[in-house]
């Protein structure tokens, strides 16, 4: 295995134990994070694929009975009904840009199936294509496809340009309000320090592909993107 296809394989590796972070959390989840192996887990993915940086998260300080509450409080059901700190992109006015939350929804459906990936058919929000979650998920498939791609000695630059693309357009505008979001209403209420740095922690690990992304660009001609794409049955990531 090249070094340059398990950096792939572990930068797939930060992006799911992220949508696994920002999930609902469980009882087994809560207790990794509470006792570190989540984040030994983490940083060891972090330090593979951007050569040894590092999350630093703290433990979970909280019970499993408090810390799901602060979640739910969080991002799904807050004081008014509504989450103080939505997941989901289409929570931010600012970034519909005066369209209707299913036009930008469309753009994330539009995405995920030219890469093979079926959107869900439930409506609960965790399963709505611009929910973080589903946008990390993604994000772990190409850079999958990616590492495949390496190892077969196949073009990388459709995949790779496809990620600058969704990260630069879609996540980064929403994670910059997200982040601000949660810090102020982590710090206003005493939540659980734990929150605040996984929104810090997904900045920084955007931030670390954004630097490693321009200075490792394939050189080699741009392939179209038709040619890039995952074939055979589409992957299915949301259930």
């Known amino acids: 295995m090249t070094n340059h296809t398990q950096s792939m394989q572990d930068r797939s590796r930060v992006w799911q134990l992220l949508a696994l972070a920002f999930a609902h959390p469980l009882p087994e989840l809560h207790q990794q ?50 989450p103080l700190v939505p997941l989901c992109a289409g929570g931010y006015e600012s970034l519909l840009g005066g369209q209707g939350r299913p036009r930008l929804m469309l753009q994330y459906a539009r995405f995920y199936g030219h890469f093979g990936l ?10 709505m294509p611009d929910h973080l979650t589903c946008q990390l998920e993604c994000l772990a498939w190409l850079s999958h496809l990616e590492g495949r791609a390496v190892g077969r000695g196949e073009q990388t630059q459709g995949y790779r340009q496809a990620q600058d693309d969704f990260i630069t357009r879609l996540l980064r505008p929403q994670c910059r309000i997200l982040v601000s979001r949660l810090s102020q209403n982590c710090a206003q209420r005493g939540y659980d320090l734990l929150f605040a740095a996984l929104g810090e922690a997904l900045e920084q690990v955007l931030a670390l592909y954004l630097g490693d992304s321009r200075t490792t660009h394939d050189l080699a001609a741009p392939s179209p993107l038709s040619q890039s794409m995952a074939s055979g049955q589409a992957q299915n990531l949301w259930g």
């Open 33 to 82: 994070l509470a006792d570190g192996r989540f984040q030994s887990a983490l940083d060891q993915a972090i330090a593979g694929a951007f050569g040894g940086a590092s999350a630093n998260l703290p433990l979970a300080s909280t019970s499993f009975r408090d810390f799901e509450a602060q979640y739910i409080t969080l991002f799904d059901i807050g004081p008014k009904g509504r």
């Open 118 to 127: 079926k959107t869900p058919d439930g409506d609960a929000e965790h399963e």
